[in-house]
């Protein structure tokens, strides 16, 4: 596929902008890349979203500045707990469907006769949890069966916009890398805008959490790994 | 009314307030203007005043309202009772319904809702204060915070009224053109795709005068719409040069 390029790489796109042109016979039709935030009208790519454009060789797409966490299968999330049902939790997971989980989920030979689900898991506690199931008919089901998953009861809770975990990850985990060497904290961040740190002393925390709103505020700035970096080393020395 | 009726297009062929028949009023946009909104904006035409707030997609309340394959779309257009000159009672009136439909019409056609099935988008559209195209301002603002709240769409819609004011077709019409002129037509135009998806006519237009007005008012409507990408990309650039 062969593309005439109308944008560069960071650029800011709006609805409805022309990203690029597929330089080849035959009409496309109308088609929608929701994923990637273009759709196709007569070889030409829009953008459906207000972002930056993301431009690398025969692919684009567009990272939107605002969005709501649109849940996937095999998601990380930290969801609270919301409402407790006879037989499952129902969880709120920062997005448009309520998520579940199951009590035989949590707890081994479940029965309702004799397990309280309001002693394992209460109203305002926190999980991290899996997405095991989920589709446009189904609200998301949650597993916290799995390394490191379960209920939350230490460390601190950061929260992001879900858009910016990407740019918290960074280009094959460096900036993850970056914050974690630096700050010596353990740090598991959720697909859907929470990051979970543990730290060794408070103050180590308070820097952790500057440092990813740094990255919340202005994501899209060129450097900006090195930006961090410096302002690790300022706040914490070399 | 022939009577108190003012002149509206002066000797040397100007509007009341100045304006040529083809100008618009000075427009002012701004966007992220609330903090508990996923999105809003503030639109002014002239001294026309609107905010706009977008919540969601959001879990849809009452369950009743989902919809299996697609999003609702909720629009709520409201005149604040301190907007007019004279005081409005808060309740939603008869035309307040029917503006809210409209303009949810219009949006409908630009919205993706496919992509969040059973989930809620809610459009508040707020008149500050009013002076004459309240509604396609109000799009205008509607359309900005969907934007600023991240909703998939295809594209913007710029709203404009075109008005015939003492034979004169004129674009941007304010209240009194409204009250005194022979016709109003507000208009909703997405720029980028070309299509047309709100059009109102209140009073009386030849075919001719009809074709002259919509060119008009798409015309119009396309400088609303630069500036409105305007205001998008001047939002992040300040805090990427920051």
């Known amino acids: 596929m062969k593309l005439k390029l109308y944008v560069a790489d960071r650029q800011i796109v709006r609805p409805g902008d022309t990203l690029a042109v597929i330089e080849e016979d035959g009409n496309q039709g109308f088609k929608r890349i929701p994923e990637k935030h273009i759709y196709l009208v007569d070889n030409n790519i829009c953008s459906d979203v207000f972002g930056v454009a993301s431009v690398s060789e025969n692919d684009i797409s567009v990272i939107p500045f605002n969005s709501v966490y649109y849940p996937r299968k095999e998601d990380v999330v930290i969801g609270i707990i919301e409402g407790i049902g006879v037989t499952s939790w129902e ?31 209460d109203i305002g506690e926190m999980v991290l949890a899996k997405i095991v199931a989920f589709d446009r008919t189904r609200d998301p089901l949650l597993t916290i ?54 730290c060794p002393d408070e103050y180590r925390g ?6 990813i709103k740094l990255i919340d505020e202005k994501p899209h700035v060129r450097g900006l790994t090195e930006e961090i970096k410096q302002f690790l080393e300022k706040k914490l020395g070399g | 009314m022939s009577e108190s009726k003012p002149r509206l297009i002066r000797e ?42 977008v919540y969601g997609p959001r879990e849809a309340t009452p369950k009743a309202v989902q919809l299996p394959d697609r999003a609702v779309l909720r629009v709520r257009y409201h005149m604040a009772p301190f907007s007019t000159s004279e005081h409005k009672s808060p309740a939603p009136t008869r035309r307040e319904i029917e503006l809210s439909k409209v303009i949810r019409e219009a949006l409908e056609a630009v919205v ?114 630069a500036q409105m990408k305007e205001t998008l990309h001047k939002k992040y650039l300040a805090i990427l040069e920051s």
């Open chain 1, 206 to 211: 308070e820097v952790l959490t500057q440092a």
């Open chain 2, 112 to 225: 993706f809702t496919d992509q969040f099935p059973r989930a809620s988008i809610d459009v508040f559209i707020e008149v500050l204060q009013a002076d004459g195209g309240t509604r396609t301002a109000g799009l205008t603002a509607a359309s900005l915070a969907l934007a600023d709240a991240g909703i998939p769409m295809r594209d913007l819609v710029a709203g404009v009224a075109v008005g015939k004011v003492d034979g004169v077709i004129v674009l941007d019409i304010n209240e009194l053109e409204d009250e005194f002129g022979e016709a109003d037509m507000p208009l909703g135009y997405a720029a980028g795709v070309g299509e047309i998806v709100l059009l109102q006519l209140n009073g009386v237009l030849t075919p001719e005068e009809f074709k002259k007005a919509v060119e008009l008012g798409r015309r119009g409507a396309e400088r609303i719409y």
């Open chain 1, 91 to 121: 969880v709120d997971i920062r997005s448009p469907y309520k998520a579940y989980l199951n009590a035989s989920d949590a707890i081994e030979n479940f029965n309702p006769l004799y397990h309280d689900l309001k002693s394992y898991l």
């Open chain 1, 145 to 198: 069966k799995g390394k490191g998953l379960g209920k939350i009861i230490e460390g601190i809770i950061i929260e992001v916009k879900p858009s910016r975990i990407p740019r918290i990850i960074g280009k094959k985990g460096s900036m993850f890398n970056l914050l974690t060497s630096k700050t010596n904290c353990e740090m598991t961040v959720a697909q859907n805008g929470f990051v979970w740190a543990k």
């Open chain 2, 12 to 53: 040397d062929g100007l509007r009341v307030d100045g304006r040529k028949p083809e100008d618009l009023r000075p427009i002012r946009m701004e966007i992220e203007v609330l903090k508990n909104a996923n999105g809003s904006a503030l639109v002014e035409y002239g001294g026309t005043k609107v905010i706009a707030a």
